[in-house]
């Protein structure tokens, strides 16, 4: 009953340090200066193989935004990365492991209860004033059963400030595993998304030198029956060992990103992923659902895990001060004392003692104070790193609306570049083989093809990278997910020890 008392008193007894309030939206409307416009792609733009993209203001972002890019490979392996990826199970058993932590500290809120005994064998002193016919006398059995219950009534509120900063470490551990899948998540799209940009730049690559392969063969005839210098088959010759000399760099790349891949879903790299990735296979997402600026700071697990750090820090706050307060602790044992199992039955063996203590630090060097000192100041910084983190979170959503704002009229560049480019080659080929114009000319136009080609599919790709990139800024909407793993059920024999 006392310590039941004690323990309710304890939990209405006051909480020294900050009380810790949750951070609030900071006063943005927008997250660029001019507030959200869609993209600028004009008729034109689209005749030259623009796709135009809009922002739906205020529209919640999916739980699985990949699936928006239309492609079953990509669909397949995502899937197949959280399912295998070792990253996520470490996360996950490292929020296990916190929230463990985290019940394990609220055990310092109760009264401990533990059973001891003891038997023993004992010789009593005095043996040479007795006669050695009683010699028997001084040798006796002690047994001492007996039930020991401490306490520490938490007046001040330091036991509870501690277990309010493990908690917050817990919730932290929740963000970090959500920023994990997010970061999983988005580095496989990209991934994805890169390759298919490879293998356009291969085999627009090849394509081109294909062309001045059958160039070089046309030249060369012409040289042999003296219509061209053989200048201009050196030329021509060395126009194409530059081309080809572009294609072993974007090979490795791709190979290294099959690898890539491979090891984001969970595999060594002799076990290659199956899924391969083009531009024509992935669908540019058309409508974008962008989140008020508002919700982001709710949205975002690095913010989150942020404030949950702010939290932890001002609780610790609390903590460093309910220790330089008196420290009470009550304690008491019952049991029994007796030379014998069978006496210990015997009401005149049983004992029991009850006593209270309390500390008071007076002269520890400064050393409590300079311990509140530091986590005050710990708390400060935690506060300006999560302020710098929400800073950041509005940086990553406005500089993918600025890409995207851009990467419509890119490609529309891009693509006219490669038509008109493309154009230029035909009509100065057909010159050259007339002799109208030199093989000077026909290199330039030629190597302008190339850089054309090269820039569409980079510029293509960087409007896809772009897309995921924004949804990956807007927090990846893990609020709306269905496919987490539910955390294991610990089977405790004895829940109560």
């Known amino acids: 009953m006392l310590a039941a008392a004690l323990a309710a008193s304890a939990a209405s007894a006051c909480m020294v340090g900050p009380d810790f309030q949750g951070a609030t939206p900071p006063p943005v409307s927008a997250y660029t200066r001019e507030g959200l416009r869609n ?97 028997n006398s001084l040798l006796y059995s002690l047994v001492t059963p ?12 330091g036991t509870r400030r501690a277990l309010e900063s493990q908690a917050a470490q817990e919730e932290g551990q929740r963000w970090q595993l959500e920023a994990a899948y997010l970061t999983l998540t988005a580095n496989v ?4 998304i890169q390759e298919a940009s490879l293998r356009a730049q291969i085999a627009a690559t090849e394509k081109v030198i ?30 194409l060992a530059q081309s080809q000399q572009l294609l072993p760099p974007l090979q490795r790349a791709l190979a290294q990103q099959r690898n890539l891949l491979t090891a984001l879903a969970g595999r060594f790299p002799s076990e290659e992923v199956s899924q391969t990735f083009t531009l024509a296979s992935l669908h540019l997402p058309r409508t974008l659902p962008v989140s008020l600026p508002s919700r982001l700071v709710e949205q975002r697990p690095d913010v989150k895990a942020a ?3 702010v939290h932890a820090a001002s609780a610790q706050v609390g903590v460093a001060v309910a220790n330089r307060l008196p420290q009470f602790t009550i304690s008491g044992a019952i049991g029994a004392s007796a030379t014998n199992f069978a006496a210990l039955l015997n009401p005149a063996a049983s004992l029991w003692t009850i006593a209270g203590a309390v500390a008071q630090p007076l002269f520890d060097g400064g050393t409590l104070f300079r311990r509140q000192q530091a986590a005050e100041e710990t708390l400060v910084a935690a506060q300006a790193q999560y302020r710098a983190t929400v800073i950041g979170a ?104």
């Open 394 to 497: 509005y940086q990553n959503v406005a500089d993918a609306l600025r890409a995207l704002q851009s990467d419509g009229r890119a490609v529309a560049a891009a693509n006219a570049a490669v038509s008109a480019s493309r154009q230029s080659v035909e009509l100065v080929r057909k010159q050259f083989g007339l002799g109208a114009v030199s093989s000077a000319s026909l290199l330039i136009t030629q190597s302008a093809y190339l850089q054309a080609v090269v820039t569409q599919a980079q510029a293509q790709a960087n409007q896809y990278a772009d897309t995921a990139a924004l949804f990956q800024a807007l927090g990846g909407g893990w609020w709306n997910r269905r496919d987490v793993k539910p955390a294991r059920d610990p089977k405790d024999p004895a829940p109560f020890l």
């Open 39 to 135: 993209p600028p792609v004009t008729a034109e733009d689209r005749r030259n193989g623009a796709l135009g993209q809009s922002f739906a203001q205020g529209r919640d972002v999916p739980g699985e935004w990949w699936r928006l890019f239309r492609s079953r490979a990509l669909d397949s392996l995502v899937e197949e990365a959280l399912a295998r990826n070792p990253t996520l199970d470490a996360a996950q058993a490292t929020l296990r492991a916190a929230r463990a932590t985290t019940e394990a500290q609220r055990g310092a809120l109760f009264p401990q209860v533990g059973f001891g005994a003891q038997s023993s064998y004992n010789k009593a002193p005095g043996g040479d004033l007795q006669s050695p016919l009683n010699d």
């Open 307 to 309: 404030e949950a750090a």
């Open 189 to 192: 799209v990209a991934a994805a």
């Open 210 to 239: 294909q062309a001045q392969t059958d160039l070089l063969n046309l030249i060369t005839k012409q040289s042999n029956a003296g219509q061209v210098a053989g200048a201009d088959v050196v030329q021509q010759t060395a126009l």
């Open 146 to 157: 007996q039930v020991t219950v401490s306490f520490a009534p938490d007046v001040f509120g």
